[in-house]
C-alpha cells in the first residue's frame, strides 16, 4: 500500500515533459521554454501575430477590354439569332462611374436568305454598384451609331443594304467581378439594344437582347 501512495505521488508531483519543436501540444506550458503552442504543435519563439487584413481599395482608371454575346432573339425583319462582338475603351473612377466607348460589329442571321451585318459604335455611361468585396452590380446606357450591311433585304419591297442606323443600349442587368488587381471580368443578362434603320423602313428597327460576357483591363 505504502508503494502505491509513494509511487502515486511520484507521477503527481514529476514535472510536465517539455516538448521541443515540432512536437504535439495541447498548451503552451506542455513545450519547453522559448516555445509556444501553435495549433497543437510546439514552435519556436513567440506567438506569431496575424498579419492584418489589406484594405482592397476600388479598381479605378483607363481601361480596354472586349466582350462576346449572342442574342436570341433578334428581330429585324424575322425572329432570327445573332452574334456579337465588341472591343471596348473608357475609364471608370473612384466613385463607380464608367464612361466608354464601345465598337461591335453584330452578325444577324435568320433574317433572310443571307446574313446581315450591323456595324456600330457607341458612347455607354454607367454606374457600379458595390454588392459585396469584389462584386458590383453594373447598369448602363448608351447612344450611337452605325451601318447595317447585307447583300440584300429580307423584304422585297425595301430597298437593299447597306443603311445607316442610330442605336440605343440598355444593360438591364450586369454583374462584374473583380478578378485581379487591374482585371473585372462582367456578364450582362440582357443587353437590350434598339438600332433604328430610318433609310430601310419608315418604321424599322432591329431589336438584340445580347446575353454576353466581358473582360477588361485596366491600365
Known amino acids: ?63 480596354i477590354g472586349g466582350s462576346l454575346g449572342f442574342s436570341l432573339p433578334a428581330i ?12 471596348r475603351f473608357g475609364a471608370l473612377t473612384r466613385g463607380g462611374l464608367q464612361i466608354a466607348l464601345d465598337a461591335s460589329p453584330t ?27 469584389g462584386v458590383s452590380w453594373i447598369f448602363r446606357g448608351g447612344i450611337g451609331g452605325g451601318v447595317l450591311a447585307g447583300r440584300e433585304s429580307p423584304r422585297s419591297y425595301a430597298n437593299a443594304p447597306p443603311f445607316g442606323s ?14 485581379g488587381d487591374r482585371t473585372v471580368f462582367e456578364l450582362t443578362v440582357p443587353s437590350v439594344r434598339i438600332a433604328f434603320v430610318p433609310s430601310y423602313d419608315s418604321h424599322d428597327a432591329v431589336y438584340l437582347f445580347v446575353v454576353g460576357v466581358a473582360y477588361d483591363r485596366f491600365l
Open 1 to 63: 500500500m505504502k508503494r502505491t501512495a509513494f509511487a502515486l505521488a511520484l507521477f503527481v508531483l514529476a514535472p510536465t515533459p517539455a516538448w521541443a519543436a515540432g512536437e504535439a501540444c495541447g498548451s503552451t506550458k506542455e513545450c519547453a521554454d522559448g516555445f509556444h503552442c501553435v495549433q497543437n504543435v510546439c514552435v519556436d519563439g513567440g506567438v506569431p501575430t496575424p498579419e492584418p487584413k489589406r484594405d482592397v481599395q476600388p479598381i479605378h482608371g483607363a481601361f
Open 76 to 87: 429585324w425583319s424575322n425572329f432570327g439569332e445573332a452574334l456579337t462582338a465588341s472591343l
Open 107 to 133: 452578325l444577324l442571321v435568320n433574317q433572310g436568305s443571307f446574313p446581315a451585318g450591323l456595324f456600330d459604335a457607341v458612347i455607354t455611361i454607367g454606374g457600379f454598384v458595390p454588392l459585396s468585396e
Open 166 to 179: 442610330v442605336e440605343l443600349r440598355a444593360d438591364v442587368f450586369g454583374v462584374a467581378v473583380r478578378t
